[in-house]
Every structure is written in C-alpha cells, then in structure tokens.
C-alpha cells in the first residue's frame, strides 16, 4: 500500500476565489485520480492525472474549473476556481494499487462561503 | 448501465452485535469488488477485495461474500465495536482500467 497525505485538510474560502490542494504519495506511482464527496454523498472521479500527460476529465468535469498538475511520479495538485458554494465538498486523491486497487489519501474538507 | 446499490441506507445497533449490509450490482465486465470503510471526514480505506472466483474472504471481524451468478454481495460484521461506525461502500470494478462504480453507501452506527 501507499501513504497519501494531503494539503490543506481542510479550508474554508469565499466565493469566486481559487484553492490548490496538493497531494503527496511515498513512492512513485503511474495513475493518480481526484475525486469530490459532496455531503451525503458517495466518490465521484473527477480525473485521472498521469505523469507526463494532459489529465482525463469524466463528464461534468472542465479543466477550467478544476485544472491538475502532475510534475512527477510522486506529486499532484487540483484546483478548484471561482469557487462557489456548491463546491464545497471533501476532495480526495488516490493512487493505483496492484489487481485494480486503489489507496486514498485523508481528504481535504472544503467549505466555501 | 453499470450501477451499484447498496441497502439498508443506514442501520443503527448496540455495541456486539452482528450486522449485514448488501450490495446489488450491474456492471460488465466485471474485474472485482471491494468493500470499503470511510470513517468521517476521512478517506475510504479497502477492507476486501474479491475477484469473479472468490466467494468469501474474511479481514479480522469483516466477512466479505460475492455471489457472482445473482450479482450479489455482503458484508458481514461480527460482535461489532464503537469504531466500526462508519460508512461502508461497496465498489465494482469494471474491466481493467481502474474503473470504479461507486455504491452510494450504508451508513452504520453502532451504540453503547
């Protein structure tokens, strides 16, 4: 397995402004993914952010809203932009495991205002 | 479509009793099936994973069961504990993408 921690774990921010959560693992992995929970509600995948390429956004989603940087094999960032309370969510990334299994990491709460 | 249901939406019982919670599933291909336990305000964290073959597999006081030809499977908690209140999500694998559907849930309490 992995460990996976995130930053910030939690924030509160005003609406229209923008947060980058990071995302750190500690060891190197190919595919790393970003979900959102909404409250009461299960995972929905945002993307999947390789290293070396463009990240893949599921329907619903826009790089513009949420753009994702993947630098190297052991760090990721997610954006959230213009940020308005319907965004507010926790946001968790993940990594690839063996046999399809995914690790996640604690979560980062977001309230906006 | 591929979905995944989970029942009951939530369940309350006392400190040392048993539970079940279920899941339905429709998705192909199937790869395999994890339960996961989310504590609140933290990240799922897998409790089985079974594959098509697998019928049971166990982890400490967690009893997983898979019934592939009815698409069924079950999560089995014994003599439970007050950390075990949590939600439980049961997630399908589709093909071998790292595709996951995702079951909205079973939220368990457990009482003193």
């Known amino acids: 397995s992995a460990v996976i921690s995130q930053k910030p774990s939690r924030d509160i921010c005003q609406r229209g402004t923008s947060l980058t959560i990071q995302c750190q693992v500690d060891s190197q992995v190919t595919m790393m993914f970003w979900y959102r929970q909404q409250p009461g509600q299960s995972l929905t995948l945002i993307a999947t952010?390789?290293?070396?390429?463009?990240?893949?956004?599921e329907s619903g989603f826009v790089i513009d809203k949420f753009p994702i940087s993947r630098p190297n094999l052991t760090f990721s960032t997610l954006t959230v932009s213009n940020m308005s309370p319907e965004d507010s969510s926790i946001y968790l990334c993940s990594v690839a495991g063996g046999h399809s299994e995914q690790f996640f990491g604690p979560g980062t709460r977001l309230t906006v205002l | 479509k591929n979905q995944v249901e989970q029942s009951p939406q939530s369940l309350i019982i006392l400190e040392g009793k048993n539970c079940t919670l279920q899941c339905n599933y429709t998705v192909s291909p199937f790869s395999n099936l994890r339960w996961y336990k989310q504590d609140t305000g933290r990240g799922p964290v897998s409790l089985t994973i079974m594959t098509f073959s697998e019928n049971t597999k166990s982890n400490g006081r967690y009893t997983a069961t898979l019934d592939a030809d009815t698409k069924q499977s079950s999560l089995h908690i014994t003599a439970s504990q007050l950390s075990d209140s949590a939600s439980y999500i049961c997630?399908?694998?589709?093909?071998?993408?790292?595709?996951?559907?995702w079951g909205a849930g079973t939220k368990l309490i457990i009482k003193p």
């Open positions: 997630v399908v694998s589709v093909g071998s993408n790292y595709q996951l559907i």
């Open positions: 952010a390789n290293q070396g390429s463009e990240a893949t956004y």
